[in-house]
């Protein structure tokens, strides 16, 4: 009766640990998988953040050479 307790326990532990083997392979590539989805959409907001941020700066910079133009046209008159 030991005998077969101790095959019974062994094939036991052997179908968790293959079990958990392949839980973990399969969380693990879910995982990356979910990561590089993240990582590709934290560069696409980078990328749309960095167009907007130059159309500022090109907007800022027509409104301040607009404003220097007027100034100087005030000081000459």
């Known amino acids: ?15 968790t640990a293959s079990a958990s083997a392949a839980g973990f392979f399969f969380l693990y590539k879910d995982h990356l998988l979910a990561r590089a989805a993240i990582a590709r959409q934290v560069e ?13 700066n090109q ?10 133009s007027e100034d100087t046209k005030e000081a000459s008159d």
């Open 44 to 56: 696409d907001i980078k990328e749309a953040s960095e167009k907007h941020y130059e159309a500022l």
């Open 1 to 15: 009766m030991g005998y077969l307790w101790r095959v019974r326990l062994s094939s036991f532990l052997a179908g």
């Open 59 to 68: 907007r800022i910079s027509v409104l301040e050479s607009r404003n220097e």
